[in-house]
């Protein structure tokens, strides 16, 4: 019989259960080094929002509510910067929390920016949840192996994130697409305003767009079944990327920082660590520095 | 591992957050990024309506006409189409302005004397397209 007691300690099991620290290392250094190729290679045109006249700048609730200052050119290349920098830093693992911390801030800061001129993106929640906890979990070095609460409810936390956003997506299309969402030419229109030559073929067949709708939905609202772990987890996993690789090839959309925090799922951990690597990696931690 | 506190201040927060995405979703909107609805692809197309793409289209100083990609321009497609559409900015600013963030962007290049926007018009039936047209949204000049 399933007491509160019993269910609250369930999960608290289940959202604390322990991870290796090896896991969050490599997710820091994947993360990272992704916000500096963010920043530099695949968007650099958020930079360019500093020269926009700012008579087209329309900030969002939070930049309106925190004193965000109004892009120029000088205030977003001292954010590009200084981001750059600091998650240069985290990224070979030295000063997690405080690099860490100034990473979120600054990437936040770098999203309210790209989204104030007319278009929110929303492939970034699970991504900004990861810069969120990862300065929380301490030093981790690379290949390390022991299993400590901290990491796992970081790594936990990315995990529901990723779900969330293909879940809640979901109830999204029902909210402003209806419950028939799916019968409609969604996929058509995106296909038609942006599809590669790739999709072409897929102009004269609506059917078989009609139908991926359906795969989409029933995909998104079985999500929930990746926190379960095991093999269930993993075929989900490979659809996730499958979903992502296609529609890539298809419209050249890829929802980067999402795509990123799959690997929380992955056994990062196991990646072995060359030896140059194990040189550069900061002093292993003392018990008492975590 | 982690002190009782420790744990009782994450699942504190990871539920707050949890709990502030399921709101965005039901009741937010964009405007509360991060906890606003995860609206990609939600808007449900009609199989016998229109699909409308933005574009421009520029002549400089040079008297070169050329498709100016929106990222000449600093900006995406979509955010040119949200400043029509859902911030209802008037497009004879919007292209003034649009053609000011070229001149800045590209002070090498010879400058815009004209800029474009127009759309390209697909419409479609039971979820094809049928015929493809373009109307002109404004034309900047330099004055």
Known sequence: ?290 | MLTSTGRRVRAAAAAAVLLLLVWGTFWGEDDHWPFGPFRMYSVRNELDGEVRSLELEGVDAAGRRFDVRTELVGLRRADIEGQLGKLERPPDAVAALLARAYGRLHPDEPPLVELRLYERIFQMRDGRAVSEDEETITTWRRP
């Open chain 1, 1 to 290: 019989m399933a007491t509160p007691v019993s269910v609250a300690a369930r999960a608290s099991a289940w959202l604390f259960r322990p991870v290796a620290a090896g896991r969050v290392a490599w997710l820091r250094t994947f993360l990272y080094l992704f916000v500096v190729a963010d920043l530099f290679v695949l968007r650099p045109w958020v930079a360019d929002n500093g020269a926009i006249p700012p008579d087209l700048y329309q900030p969002l609730f939070v930049g309106r509510a925190l004193p965000f200052p109004t892009p120029t050119e000088l205030v977003v290349a001292v954010v590009r910067y200084a981001l750059a920098a600091s998650a240069l830093v985290a990224a070979s693992g030295r000063l997690v929390r405080s690099a860490g911390v100034v990473v979120f801030v600054l990437y936040f800061q770098w999203m309210l920016v790209a989204f104030s001129y007319g278009k929110v993106d929303h492939d970034r929640v699970a991504f900004l949840v990861a810069l969120a906890v990862l300065p929380t979990v301490g030093r981790a070095r690379w290949g390390d192996r022991t299993p400590t609460e901290a990491a796992g409810w970081a790594v936990r936390c990315v995990q529901v994130a990723v779900v969330a956003t293909y879940f809640l997506s979901a109830f999204a299309k029902f909210r402003y697409g209806g419950v028939d969402w799916a019968t409609g030419a969604t996929l058509m229109r995106a296909v038609l305003r942006r599809g590669t030559w790739l999709a072409e073929p897929l102009e004269d067949l609506p059917a078989v767009l009609g139908a991926a709708q359906w795969g989409l939905l029933a995909f998104e609202l079985a999500t929930p079944l990746m926190l379960t772990g095991g093999r269930v987890a993993r075929a989900f996993l490979v659809t996730a990327l499958a979903f992502h690789v296609v529609t890539y090839a298809a419209i050249e959309i890829l929802f980067w920082p999402h795509v990123m925090c799959l690997l929380a799922f992955a056994p990062l951990e196991r990646i072995p660590v060359p030896a140059w690597l194990d040189r550069v990696a900061p002093a292993r931690a003392s018990p008492a520095s975590t």
